[in-house]
Nanobody, 122 residues
Framework: QVQLVESGGGLVQAGGTLRLSCAASGRTFSTYTMGWFRQAPGKEREFVARIIGSGISRYYSDSVKGRFTISRDNAKNTVSLQMNSLKPEDTAIYYC???????????????WGQGTQVTVSS
């Protein structure tokens, strides 16, 4: 069982930055691929980024590539999402998730945090 708690959301102007963090419980954090997803009002949850257990491989959606960076610290059981050059369309609830399976679909992830709101004003 893995418990995930996100933090770091807030209100920011377009072009600004935010850093989201996700703290995970458990002693096997490094064996999980960690992902960030987001869900805007009236839209389906969408993949943002993921990082494998070792941290060597990272993958991003086209909509955030070059602006967002995912990282992890296995010693501290945390995964972060640095968000730069934020746009109003980045406004959503952001979720941290964990899986031991492959793929970027939300259905592949077994554990989810409660989410943190990110609002980008124009």
């Amino acid at each position: 069982q893995v418990q995930l708690v996100e933090s770091g959301g807030g209100l920011v102007q377009a072009g600004g930055t935010l850093r989201l963090s996700c703290a995970a419980s458990g002693r096997t954090f490094s064996t999980y691929t960690m992902g960030w997803f987001r869900q805007a009002p009236g839209k389906e949850r969408e993949f943002v980024a993921r990082i494998i257990g070792s941290g060597i491989s990272r993958y991003y959606s086209d909509s955030v590539k070059g602006r967002f960076t995912i990282s992890r610290d296995n010693a501290k059981n945390t995964v972060s999402l640095q968000m730069n050059s934020l746009k109003p369309e980045d406004t959503a609830i952001y979720y941290c998730a964990a899986t031991k399976r492959l793929g970027i679909a939300a259905d592949n992830y077994d554990y989810w945090g409660q989410g943190t709101q990110v609002t980008v004003s124009s």
